[in-house]
């Protein structure tokens, strides 16, 4: 076989999944192979997983349609192997080794990003958001953004480092050392931060969610407590926990604001509150009663600390890692995807993987 024979093998279209319209759904469609840029990695992806994001997208919703500019292709939780390096590429990255990437490209250049607050860069570009992403076969990124995977972490953990960090971001947010814990809402991330908040110490985590599936796996990932909102006496039984005084920090994931206010009343005095879950409109809360006179902390969190989070995250992986098996519940072909965003919006589903083979 001669050289250009060889050349000519090579392929130069790639499958992928893009909203291609600015409607519901997502298109599997054939793209072309992007070509490494100065300073960039070019990644074989060989498992992607579905954000909550996503499914946004595939609803189209009224966010979506706001910040997508179709055609775009979709997703931002990947794994994958190095296939070519672009020009200049300085870092220690080879060829054929195993990595993931933050998906939040940023400038590098504004007050956030010089003062170690890069996720918080106001010039961000997300890929499968403001740019192509990686429910495709291939994905050129920064060499910055790549994360070489470690060797004892195995792909299926690695796929989800992306929200796996969010959860991090949230647990570490707080001082949950020694500290009753009470997580809002068990969707990935919420569920994620169970065996996180156990392992930097809380004594004891209850999660409170309306949905039986999720409650199920709450129990699965170690949750001390798993309480159903909508029956029972909920508030009555976490202070039942708490000798009467309330949780110490509350993980808020839901962005729902009955479970929001809920939330409110079962913080302690001086107690932390940290906020990850985005409520779709605004909506009022007690400030006097339950944020002021309670000398309550209000944390937001955005995104992962670059890269403080990832390290955390993969230690948390080395020491931890089988503990967010029951949370990653389904691997499906990534030709799949339709059936894949079925399970997610029923709420039948942990976290899904598509695999894109190779
Ligand atoms: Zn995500
Ligand atoms: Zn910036």
Redesign the pocket.
């Known amino acids: 076989m001669s050289t250009r024979d060889r050349h000519a093998e090579r392929p130069r279209y790639m499958r992928c999944l893009r909203k291609t319209e600015p409607e519901p759904g997502f298109h599997l469609e054939q793209a072309t192979k992007p070509v490494p840029l100065r300073g960039e990695v070019l990644i074989r992806v060989t498992s992607a997983a579905i954000c909550g994001t996503d499914v946004h997208i595939y609803q189209w919703d009224e966010w979506s349609a706001n910040r997508i500019k179709p055609p775009t292709i979709i997703g931002h939780e990947f794994v994958g192997v190095v296939e070519q390096l672009g020009q200049g590429v300085t870092q220690p990255l080879e060829v054929g080794q195993r990595v993931s990437a933050e998906g939040h490209i940023?400038?590098?250049?504004?007050?956030?990003?010089?003062t170690g607050k890069?996720h918080l860069?106001?010039?961000?570009e997300i890929i499968g958001v403001d740019r192509d992403g990686c429910f495709a076969d291939w994905i050129s990124m920064p060499a910055g953004n790549v994360w070489p995977i470690h060797a004892d972490i195995p792909d299926r953990w690695a796929s989800v480092m992306d929200p796996l960090g969010n959860a991090m971001h949230t647990v570490a947010s707080a001082d949950v050392a020694g500290a009753s814990v009470l997580c809002v809402g068990a969707g990935p991330i919420g569920l994620f931060s169970v065996p996180i908040a156990k392992a930097r110490g809380a004594s004891r985590v209850i999660v409170s969610e309306p949905n039986a599936y999720r409650r199920g796996l709450a129990e699965a990932v170690g949750a001390d407590l798993v309480l159903d909102p909508t029956t029972g006496d909920l508030e009555a039984a976490v202070m039942e926990v708490t000798r009467g005084m309330g949780v110490d920090v509350i993980l808020e994931m839901s962005g729902h604001p009955g479970a929001f206010r809920q939330a409110l009343r079962l913080a302690r005095l001086a107690g932390t509150m940290v906020l990850l879950g985005i409520p779709s409109r605004e909506f009022a809360i007690d400030w006097a009663e339950e944020v002021i006179f309670k000398a309550l902390t209000l944390v937001g969190v955005n995104g992962r600390r670059m890269f403080e989070t990832w390290y955390q995250t993969e230690e948390f992986l080395l020491t931890h890692g089988p503990s967010i098996e029951p949370v990653l519940t389904h691997t499906m072909p990534m030709e799949d995807f339709d059936t894949a965003f079925r399970y997610l919006t029923s709420g039948r589903a942990g976290k899904i993987i598509l695999d894109f083979g190779g």
């Open positions: 940023c400038c590098g250049t504004c007050y956030y990003c010089r890069a860069c106001q010039s961000v």
